[in-house]
């Protein structure tokens, strides 16, 4: 996360380039990293074709020769793939492998940066999933992290907010690392100047109807005040860690959480940060239910509840018999009724926002669907039993192949030989929505 005494824009050292020892001075602290080997995956490299993401490959190219940029073509202005190409043909010229990954129905209307930002990411991450990429660069610098610290204080942010953007943020499956958030906007260009390369400026970036494009000029004329974001930030950061680790210690002690996507809590929920997290976790929505909620269950669970309540899309349940005598005392169970309905298996695939589906290359997926598991009966072994109650177990991801239950890899079943090696793996919950909030913002670059 960001750490304390963040150098302000401009950067370590002025405004000069950025030479090879001062890039690998800053990204060596966020590993560790894999062997840079030919049997070992690449690092992967975020490319808009902007110079600060240009200037990451650059340096990154030159720090390890297993890399593989990632170029996402969004389509929304009509200069936008040929600018792709362009990068692409820039990356190759480096030395570095590129791939262009298109976003589809993607659409102008409201919430368009946002849609496209978290379209962006879903394609960088099934890419990584692809290549077997678990690090991923992104191209965030001191200047974006400044402005971000003024857009989340207008909108009256808490102090996780106001911590801005992490140096390393976990997801399920992967790491997404921001080494240059120490180097200023005016470092990264100087560096491009310096090596004699050119970049592509997108216009929408000093669109003024954006709101990060005015606070941008607004702190072109105010180095001060960035300089402040920046400390602000450092101050916030550390405060996060230390808050994260406790949360972390009485989750530890408190909650299981079950491959089938549900979560078993010992005692009541007293804290309604913990049990907020927990209900975005197994609901895989984007943000976590109204505070006064939680607070209100927290305050008197079993007041409150007369069998089950539902909120955010989860509903906590009174644990049953077989449960309490292994000292658990509720259940957090996907609402059915929210399930996404079955989409079609494909590697890569996300359904519900809870789970992703990985398989061996030439696994045949045709015909095949995941979705929610439904009764037990129907899919689980005559003998077969849980000590899950079936309305947690119905909620468990599933793969369908002509209208049957053919497999629920999370627990241990599966009727057809050739799924047999395919997993469903948590995609959502805490880590990832992590990613969602530390991302950026609307017209930050990767």
Do not use: K
């Not at 005598?325 to 494909?346: C, D, T, Y």
């Amino acid at each position: 996360m960001t750490a304390p005494g963040e150098t302000p824009p401009g950067g370590q050292g002025g405004a000069g380039p950025l030479d090879d020892a001062a890039f690998a001075a800053a990204i060596a602290p966020l590993g560790p990293w894999l062997p840079d080997r030919p049997d070992m995956p690449p690092v992967g490299l975020a490319v808009s074709g902007g110079a600060d993401s240009l200037c990451l490959a650059f340096l990154a190219g030159r720090w390890r020769r297993r890399v593989r940029a990632l170029i996402v073509d969004h389509g929304l202005r009509a200069a936008s793939g040929g600018e792709a190409r362009l990068t692409r043909d820039r990356l190759h010229a480096m030395g570095i492998p590129a791939d262009i990954l298109m976003l589809d129905g993607l659409h102008p209307g409201p919430g368009l940066a946002d849609r496209a930002r978290r379209a962006r990411y879903a394609a960088l991450a099934r890419a990584c999933r692809a290549y077997g990429i678990v690090d991923l660069l992104l191209g965030h610098h001191a200047d974006d992290q400044a402005e971000t610290i003024l857009i989340r204080r207008r909108a009256a942010s808490g102090p996780d907010g106001l911590a801005g953007m992490a140096r390393v943020s976990i997801l399920p499956d992967m790491r997404l690392v921001r080494p240059l958030l120490s180097f200023g906007r005016d470092r990264l260009r100087a560096t491009l100047r310096h090596a004699g390369l050119e970049w592509v400026e997108d216009p929408s970036n000093a669109d003024p109807c954006a709101e990060r494009a005015r606070v941008r000029a607004a702190l072109a004329h105010d180095p001060d005040r960035a300089a402040q974001a920046l400390l602000e930030a450092g101050r916030q950061g550390a405060a996060r860690m230390a808050r994260d680790v406790a949360r972390a210690a009485r989750l530890a002690d408190t909650a299981t959480a079950a491959v089938g996507g549900w979560v078993a809590l010992r005692g009541d929920p007293s804290c309604p940060r913990d049990l907020a997290l927990l209900i975005r976790a197994v609901s895989g929505r984007d943000y976590p239910p109204s505070a006064r909620a939680v607070a209100a269950l927290c305050a008197g669970p079993r007041a409150v509840i007369s069998g089950a309540v539902t909120l955010g899309g989860v509903c906590l349940v009174p644990a049953g018999a077989a449960l309490r005598r292994a000292g658990l005392s509720w259940l957090l169970v996907r609402e059915e009724a929210a399930m996404q309905p079955p989409v079609p298996a494909r590697p890569g695939g996300m359904w519900d926002g809870r789970f992703v589906l990985c398989a061996p290359p030439g696994t045949d997926l045709s015909g095949v669907t995941i979705g929610a598991a439904g009764p037990p009966a129907c899919w689980a072994p005559r003998h077969w039993r849980s000590v899950w109650p079936a309305r947690a177990l119905r909620t468990a991801p599933a793969l369908h192949r002509a209208g049957r239950v053919v497999a629920v890899p999370g627990l241990a079943i599966c009727h057809a030989p050739d799924l047999a090696a395919v997993r469903l793996l948590p995609a959502a919950g805490a880590a990832a929505t992590e990613s969602a909030r530390f991302a950026g913002g609307p017209g930050a670059e990767f």
